[in-house]
């Protein structure tokens, strides 16, 4: 039990992650569809502007590259609005699915500086970079997935097919049964009497956490236990606070205020608790405060951002810091993510053996039994 409880605790973190996509409503509802084909485009957009080419005929000649029909209409809604009169960040408004609210406000930012052609360089790279940490992610933990799925049917195999029928034979025989298989029949017998029950119990559990995470006290607790699952929890709050240095930076240095940058970070970062912190380093900010005294006392953030924030503000280089900050945490994540896998594996090989294996044992024994009283 408690095997399945962390595990199903460890691939909700894991979902977290797989789910940092940037969205522009604290709902979630606005997200970016593709990060790579966005990340793409953007990069070849910042290219063709850097050259000097009018965003029209940019929009154009990025439609020749789009990458899937989705895209490829979206590029052409861009450049009829463009085309008509419309400023760009207005017309990215219009197409929600592919361009949420940070897109949009760090375009408006470039509009209004000059920079444009800059800022979309920093998108790019930023949702490559987000695109890349989810991709490594998942993938790491896309051979535990399989292995699992495959040992739960093995397992459910077994105990609905195979057991049954040598259950029939040792009844039929008179074979006294030993204590592990008499467990491993009850079992057996409760999941055919009640497979209805072990289908629908965990979809009501589902379902009912996701009604139970519409309330803001609920999720935040939810979310704080989710950062204290061993190695799971570490892996997304390291996750998380990568995602909230690498965006308030990119954000600031396109010239975006403080504040403002804040509430979009506040966001995107996937968790309540962090979300609580980052509105404290608001409300300090309207307070005339600094913003790493939040950040040391909320006992979320590892200690070490709170200081390097605080380097950051006292020598006015706080991009900066954020970027190192950033650059770190995603080191460390490629170290954890290398020990988890590296962890996982073998426990979950050592425990589907030690099930399967069990379940082996609790069937051979008796018939072991059988055949030696038979031949005696």
Known sequence: LFALVYGALGMLCILSIARMKDTGTSEG??????????????????????????????????????????????LRHLREQVTQGMDFATALETCPGYFNTLYI????????????????TRIAEYLSNQNRLKNKVINAMMYPAIMLTVS??????????????????????????????????????????????????????????QGALQQDSFKLKFDMLKLKVPLFGDLLRKTAVSRFAVTFAVLLRSGMPALEALRIVKKIVGNRAMQEVIQGVHDSIIEGTDISTPIKKSGIFPPVVGYMVAV?????????????????????????????TGLIEP???VFMAVVVGGIVSAVIIPLLQMSTSGLG
């Open 29 to 74: 509802t606005d997200k970016i569809q593709s990060l790579g084909e966005v990340s793409a485009f953007t990069r070849q957009l910042a290219t063709l502007l850097h050259s000097g080419i009018p965003l029209a005929q940019s929009l154009t000649a990025c439609i020749e590259q789009a990458e899937s029909p989705g895209m490829s209409k979206t």
């Open 312 to 340: 950051g503000e006292q020598t006015g280089e706080l991009e900066q810091l954020l970027e190192r900050i950033a650059v770190a945490y995603d080191e460390e994540i490629d170290i954890s993510i290398t020990r988890m």
């Open 105 to 120: 406000n760090m375009v408006r930012a470039g509009q209004a500086s000059g920079q444009l052609d800059d800022v979309l």
């Open 152 to 209: 739960t049917l093995v397992v459910i195999l077994l105990m609905t097919f195979v057991v049954p029928k040598i259950t029939e034979i040792l009844i039929s025989q008179n074979v006294p049964l030993p204590l592990p298989t008499m467990i491993l029949i009850a079992v057996s017998t409760f999941m055919q009497t009640y497979w209805q029950i072990l289908i629908k119990g965990p979809l009501i559990a589902f379902f009912f956490l």
């Open 347 to 349: 426990i979950m090989i």
